[in-house]
C-alpha cells in the first residue's frame, strides 16, 4: 500500500500561482508514473499531468504551457506547478501513482487538496 498525501492547495486570484505538493510513504521510483488529476463538481476527475518514471511529462491542452509536473525522487516527493491559473482550475487535486503488477495497473490516490481560482 502506498500512501500519498498533497497539499498546497488554497485560494488563488485568476492569472495567479499555486504549488502543490505530494509525498508518498513509498519510494515512487517503484512507481511506473506519477500524477495530477484533478476532478470538479460534477464532472469526471481529469489527468492535469503526469510523469513517468522515465521522467517523460505529458499534459492536456488545457494545462500544456502553464503546469509543470516535477519530482524528488530523494525525497518521494512530486510537485505541481500551476501559473497562470483560471477559474476553470478550480477543483480538487489529487496527486496519484500508478504501479503495473504484473498484468494490473494500480492505482493509488492522496486525499486531495481544494485548489480555487475566484477573484
Known amino acids: 500500500q502506498v500512501q500519498l498525501v498533497e497539499s498546497g492547495g488554497g485560494l488563488v486570484q485568476p492569472g495567479g500561482s499555486l504549488r502543490l505538493s505530494c509525498v508518498a510513504s513509498g519510494s515512487i521510483n517503484s512507481m511506473n508514473a506519477m500524477g495530477w488529476y484533478r476532478q470538479a463538481p460534477g464532472k469526471q476527475r481529469e489527468l492535469v499531468a503526469s510523469?513517468?518514471?522515465?521522467?517523460?511529462?505529458n499534459y492536456p491542452d488545457s494545462v500544456k504551457g502553464r503546469f509543470t509536473i516535477s519530482r524528488d525522487n530523494a525525497k518521494n516527493m512530486v510537485y505541481l506547478q500551476m501559473n497562470a491559473l483560471k477559474p476553470e482550475d478550480t477543483a480538487v487535486y489529487f496527486c496519484?501513482?500508478?504501479?503495473?503488477?504484473?498484468?494490473?495497473?494500480?492505482?493509488?490516490w492522496g486525499q486531495g487538496t481544494q485548489v480555487t481560482v475566484s477573484s
Open positions: 496519484n501513482a500508478r504501479q503495473l503488477v504484473f498484468t494490473r495497473t494500480v492505482n493509488y
Open positions: 510523469i513517468t518514471s522515465g521522467g517523460s511529462s
